[in-house]
């Protein structure tokens, strides 16, 4: 017997800044990017360019203009994206001469995909003194969540939002459900995974949260823990379940590997509706020839415009 949740009958709740007890750092950066960039209405649209290193150059295969790193900095800019986030390589090579006009995430973990995810793990590829060197507005960090080097991953995470507090700086966490032990219980991207996933970086501490749609429940999910073995939700119901798990932290969607256009521009009204604040996409737009991502953009942008929040 599966258990079916009703839908909220109230409309969910965003967010804002005046619910996160921030300090006077930290607002001020994650102010610029939800006020003064990108949409500018309190919601993100971030560019991530960090899967040259996650996995390697067979991702610019599809666009080949999209290797040199300017391609994304000027669709970036030129589709008034909330920010940009680059490795510490990419972005003192390619950032310096957008500094100012296209706001920086600096990632400071990674990792490559030769080894099994089973154990993995994201050790520091930079530091956020690098981050604050660079004029960035927020950090990027990823968190395996369920990964057996979990210990070694919080532990590394901790002292990371203590230096983030130390300088003011936003840390957006990559909050990823991964290992044997997530895969024999429904899978990284089942609603336990993505859920528990949403919680753990927000009691580690995480301005903004980065996490992907759960997907539909299926046969995996049996393995799940109760109750999620037999929950039954459609996808906003999931979505806004996750975001509360998130609590006063801010919620963005991963997009994901590139999708046809009218299923991605359905999962933006879903996740926006359902209380998040924003998306971050790569794959999805800069694996698209420059005109046509740039209009995908502009689609984006008008969605984004129904979701604002003073």
Not at 26 to 38: D, I, N, P, V, W
Not at 85 to 98: E, F, P
Not at 220 to 237: H, S
Not at 265 to 285: K, S, V
Request: hydrophobic share 40%; proline share 6%.
């Amino acid at each position: 017997m599966s258990i079916t949740a009703s839908r909220p009958t109230t409309a969910p709740t965003r967010t804002t800044l005046d619910d996160m007890s921030l300090s006077q750092g930290k607002r001020a950066r994650l102010h610029s990017l939800l006020y003064e960039h990108g949409p500018a209405n309190g919601t993100l649209l971030l560019l991530p360019v960090d899967q040259g290193l996650e996995h390697g150059p067979v991702d610019f295969f599809a666009n080949p203009p999209a290797l040199d790193p300017e391609f994304q900095c000027q669709l970036a800019l030129q589709g008034r994206y909330s920010g940009i986030a680059l490795q510490i390589g990419l972005a003192q090579r390619y950032q310096s001469r957008y500094a100012g006009r296209l706001p920086l995430v600096l990632k400071i973990n990674g990792r490559t995909n030769v080894p099994s995810s089973e154990d993995a793990f994201s050790p520091l590829t930079a530091s956020v003194e690098d981050a604050v060197r660079l004029g960035a507005a927020a950090v990027g960090y990823t968190c395996y969540v369920g990964s057996p080097a979990q210990e070694r991953d919080l532990r590394q995470m901790n002292e990371v939002r203590q230096a983030c507090e130390r300088y003011g700086m936003p840390l957006i966490c990559w909050a990823y459900p991964r290992g044997a032990a997530i895969a024999k219980k429904g899978g990284q991207d089942s609603l336990y995974a993505v859920d528990y996933a949403a919680r753990v970086a927000s009691e580690m501490g995480a301005d903004v949260i980065k996490i992907n749609i759960p997907r539909a429940h299926g046969d995996a999910d049996a393995a799940a823990p109760a109750p999620y073995d037999t929950l039954v939700e459609d996808r906003r119901e999931m979505l806004t379940r996750v975001i509360r798990s998130a609590g006063r932290s801010l919620v963005i969607f991963a997009g994901g590997s590139k999708q046809p256009d009218e299923e991605l521009l359905g999962r933006i009204d879903d996740c926006m509706a359902a209380g998040g604040t924003g998306f971050i996409f790569g794959r999805n737009m800069w694996q698209r020839p420059m005109d046509q991502a740039m209009a995908m953009t502009e689609r984006v942008h008008r969605i984004l415009a129904q979701y604002g929040v003073g």
